[in-house]
């Protein structure tokens, strides 16, 4: 009898052990399936999915409810606390469209790769319009994961105006819009409306004012290269200390962003001119050697955070906050931002500019030589069941009302117009200001993605920031007088890299390019020049070896007679 | 019904194990999203000569083979020397302790190892530092993580820590199989607590020893990825480049599937011609062997 029961118990449990392994196992497939079938819109209306599969592209016309699935591919963006937010209610009500945001957790060019090779795609994909990332989904578009718009296109202007030829940098249209003859498969946003509405980022250095003070030294005096090393040195020897832990000289944020923005006081861009009138990639010259050197003296001398290669952002911004980091490197907002609660408790302790800095190859009178493109790429994948209604929605995102309802919320609840402008309304100023989070401002929808996906930038055009403090607002303005004093000037010239990527040798060489961040930092990290050096020449040897040569050759070709980029800052 | 329990882990086997085999053939094409594993065109050895004409295939393979190889000897004998030491202990209240202490680590990820160990290994600020000052034992603070110096030390030692009690539970299990007889009739001939040790526990535990160690060799070409992904950095890159990070970086960062999944099947020959050699070595040496 006992045994009987035993056994009894001994099948009933390897059943249950079988039945949750492939109960599991179908939960998976079930969940991606789950996701292609709310994202095909029609599942979350109750809707039968066949039916909405069917009827997709009749949603758009008719407003009918859909749900989109959109991968926001930047590395750190996130929503608030609540799903459907006033703004993306706003959304619905126009277009009818629900969005359904995802968001990058880590690598963006690791997550374009793995959406594309495991083909869990979303409906729609918007992300970075630059590196891998482009590469990526210029790959995708080629083998026919993507769904070709052009056809469409006439019904959606805002979208027709973002990839207008005018309207795309030269080689980037080559690259990524016009590169598949009659088709179009990217769309391309938050490029300039007009000059008004560049947005000039500021990177640059960034001192805390109280401790330029205690060394003594006016952050307006560090010109050259052997001024900045030597303000860093100042600040070293000072021995200062807060909470009981060192001042680190120069910091960044996460993966050394932007420690190395030193390279412009020591080559124009990442092509250069030989001096015979043909190019060279810089890592090939003589100022790539120095830039590695001077940046290892840093290194080796405690100038430079030992971690900034390695930390996360988290661990970079606590640093911040404990006011151990004396100079920072990085554009001005991000500065700015993370800055914010030191500041609040230490009066006197903000970030100013360091500089300006002498730029290598550039008239001390030349404007800064900015390329202020866009930065977004949006694509509808081929697993998207209602393109028509992914259209309207980017359509209506990239419209004026759109790109109002996106930035300055809905017209009585979040701003009103004065005088023909919109102006923050007080509660919701005071309410996003006193929030340190920034999850106040993501609660109403700001800032969770739909921003990435309107279009051409008319921020100046439209109304300016209104959400941005007098205190920000001025830090800016103060960051600009100093960092350009010559004005601006937009690059509209042919990017070299761009061409280099239409190479034939482009396939071999790339994965040696690849290694040019990664290698610049180990040989920064090494005992010595010589070994610095030789790090440098392993990998420029590698380079050869996979077809620099005749690549380079193919760039100077077909950038023969035309204008080219040998000066740029970042931005 | 004794088949039945074992049909839940052939399943898993057969679907984790085997089926991804079929996509081995990727190292042999070129991999397109539109083709897939078996629509993508053949490529040939393509991928394999990329890796061995690449110019740090020599560096990743000598940095797999010594973080592995100091792993498999320095990492292999402590489960058995805590097993061993475990088996001593006579409070039985202090060995459970211990014991449940010593595996709790094998169940917290990599990730939050790696930030206890930077919180704790911290140059500054950080408390092991701190206590090395305050007992005058360092003049200045250590730089332990991001140090060529320091490197293999924290390697083995948070893999170690990780590792020693989980693995330790198979020779606690071993050990406590042997009869009690053979430590009572070593007793009689005058053995004390080494000489049992040395004459009854050890050879009581050599075959399944011996037997992990022939399963372990296989793990030589594969140095532990997520460990290594995250402790590496470009202060250490000459010696902490390993495959299992270079697999990932091309797969992943670079989109080069073809070319990871064929070093990725390079380790895995390699691992299986070893496991092969250890083996018939193991056999002629000393009658245990896996097959």
């Not at chain 2, 305050?134 to 603070?141: A, N, Q």
């Amino acid at each position: 009898m006992w045994n009987k029961r035993r056994t009894l118990v001994s099948s009933a449990l390897a059943v249950t052990l079988f039945g949750g392994l492939l109960a599991g196992c179908s939960d998976n497939g079930n969940g991606g399936n789950g996701g292609n079938a709310g994202t095909t819109g029609n599942a979350g209306n109750g809707g039968n999915k066949g039916n909405a599969e069917a009827n997709g592209d009749n949603a758009a016309s008719s407003n009918k409810p859909v749900t989109v699935k959109i991968l926001h591919n930047w590395n750190g963006s996130s929503a608030g606390d609540v799903d459907m937010t006033p703004i993306a209610e706003a959304i619905k009500e126009k277009t009818g469209v629900t969005v359904q945001f995802d968001y990058t957790k880590g690598s963006e060019v690791e997550k374009v790769n793995t959406i594309f090779a495991t083909q869990d795609l979303p409906d729609i994909y918007t992300g970075p319009a630059w590196g891998g990332e482009l590469d990526g989904i210029v790959k995708a578009a080629k083998e026919d994961q993507l769904v070709d718009l052009a056809p469409y296109l006439d019904k959606y202007p805002n979208l027709a105006k973002e990839i207008d030829k005018e309207n795309v940098p030269p080689a980037l249209y080559d690259k990524a819009i016009g590169a598949f003859g009659d088709k179009k498969y990217l769309l391309y946003q938050n490029q300039p409306a007009s000059d008004k509405d560049a947005l000039d980022w500021l990177y640059g250095f960034y001192v805390r004012k109280d401790i330029a003070a205690k060394v003594g030294v006016d952050p307006q005096s560090v010109h050259t290269k052997d001024d900045l090393y030597n303000f860093l040195k100042k600040i070293k020897d000072a021995g200062l200390q807060e909470n009981g832990l060192p001042v680190i000289p120069l910091g960044g944020f996460h993966a050394g962003w932007a420690v190395g923005i030193g390279n412009m006081m020591f080559y124009g861009s990442d092509y250069i001119d030989k001096g015979d009138g043909t190019l060279e990639h810089t890592f090939m010259s003589k100022q790539y050697e120095e830039y590695t050197l001077y940046y290892r003296k840093l290194i080796s001398e405690g100038l430079l955070d030992q971690e900034a290669f390695t930390q996360t952002d988290p661990i970079a911004n606590e640093k911040i906050k404990q006011g151990r980091i004396a100079v920072l490197a990085a554009h001005y907002p991000a500065i700015l931002d993370a800055s914010k609660d030191y500041v609040k408790a230490h009066p006197g302790s903000d970030y100013v500019p360091v500089g300006p800095l002498d730029r290598a190859g550039a008239e001390a009178d030349r404007p800064a030589d900015l390329a202020i493109q866009g930065n977004n790429v949006t694509v509808i994948t081929k697993k998207n069941k209602n393109v028509d209604a992914s259209l309207k929605l980017l359509d209506f995102l990239a419209s004026d009302e759109g790109f109002k309802l996106v930035h300055y919320g809905i017209e009585g609840v979040h701003y009103d117009m004065v005088d023909g402008k919109p102006v923050a309304k007080k509660e919701m100023f005071d309410k996003f200001n006193a929030d340190t989070t920034g999850k106040a401002k993501k609660n109403e929808g700001f800032g969770i993605g739909f921003e990435s996906m309107s279009g051409l930038d008319r921020t100046v055009t439209l109304g300016g920031d209104i959400w941005a403090d007098q205190d920000r607002i001025a830090a800016m303005d103060n960051a600009r007088k100093i960092l350009r004093p010559n004005g601006i000037k937009v690059i509209s010239a042919y990017a070299a890299g761009d061409v280099l990527a239409k190479s034939p040798q482009y396939e071999s060489l790339k994965p040696s390019m690849d290694q040019i961040t990664t290698v610049w930092q180990q040989a920064i990290f090494t005992k010595s020049d010589a070994a610095a050096l030789k790090v440098i020449n392993e990998l420029r040897e590698q380079m050869n070896k996979t077809g620099y040569a005749d690549a380079i050759k193919y760039v100077n070709e077909n950038l023969k007679g035309k204008e080219v980029v040998t000066l740029q800052m970042p931005n | 019904m004794f088949y039945l329990f074992m049909l839940p882990g052939l399943v898993w086997f057969f679907l984790f194990s085997y089926v991804p085999l079929y996509g081995i053939q990727v190292a042999f094409r070129d991999f397109q999203f539109s083709g897939g594993f078996s629509g993508s065109p053949w490529a040939g050895l393509k991928y394999f000569h990329q890796f061995f004409d690449y110019y740090q295939s020599s560096r990743l393979i000598r940095n797999t083979i010594l973080i592995s190889a100091l792993k498999l000897l320095i990492g292999f004998m402590m489960p058995i020397i805590l097993a061993v030491l475990l088996n001593e202990v006579r409070n039985v209240k202090f060995k459970k302790t211990v014991q449940t202490l010593s595996y709790l680590p094998y169940f917290v990820s990599w990730v939050v190892v790696v930030t206890l160990m930077q919180r704790l290994l911290a140059q500054y600020g950080g408390p092991v530092n701190n206590l090395l000052e305050s007992i005058g034992m360092v003049k200045d603070p250590i730089q332990f993580l991001n140090n060529t110096s320091w490197f293999y030390q924290m390697i083995l030692g948070s893999d170690i820590w990780k590792n020693i009690g989980w693995n330790s539970i198979i020779y606690i299990a071993a050990i406590a199989g042997i009869d009690q007889q053979q430590y009572e009739a070593a007793k009689i001939d005058g053995a004390g607590r080494f000489k049992q040790i040395w004459h009854v526990t050890l050879p009581g535990i050599r075959n399944i020893a011996v037997i992990l160690f022939i399963l372990a060799t296989g793990s030589l070409m594969s140095a532990g990825y997520e460990q290594l992904l995250l402790l590496s950095g470009p202060a250490t890159a000459s010696i902490d480049s390993v495959l299992d990070v270079h697999v990932i970086n091309a797969g992943l960062n670079e989109g080069r599937l073809s070319y990871a999944a064929a070093v990725g099947l390079f380790q895995s020959v390699i691992a299986l011609v070893l496991i092969l050699t250890v083996n018939r070595v193991a056999r002629k040496v000393s009658d245990v062997s896996l097959f």
